[in-house]
């Protein structure tokens, strides 16, 4: 009886690794899926990233080119003589 018992036990051993070994290959690959994914992502920020960067410098450019015409235009109104705006 204690032979079996040690056959036993060992099988027993045996079947608990074997559900071990199964789930760390499943953890494996899941995690490997998950490096994936974080790599996307990472991808996909840094392009937004790039992306919001672009557009904040045409904004910035936009509205530096917008106040020089104001100016311009600030200008232009305040050169013109008194005799011509008051005939518009």
């Known amino acids: 009886m204690g032979n079996e ?9 045996d079947i608990k690794i074997d559900l071990l ?13 998950l490096l994936s994914k974080i790599k996307h992502l990472e991808a996909n920020l840094n392009e937004k990233k790039e992306t919001e960067k672009l557009y904040s410098e045409q904004e910035t450019l936009i509205k530096s ?15 013109v003589p008194s005799d011509y705006q008051s005939n518009v």
């Not at 018992?5 to 051993?13: H, R, Y």
């Open 65 to 79: 080119k917008i106040d020089g015409l104001l100016t311009k235009l600030d200008s232009f109104s305040n050169d």
């Open 5 to 13: 018992f040690i056959k036993n036990t060992f099988e027993d051993i």
């Open 21 to 33: 070994l199964e789930l760390c290959q499943t953890l494996q690959v899941e995690n490997a899926e």
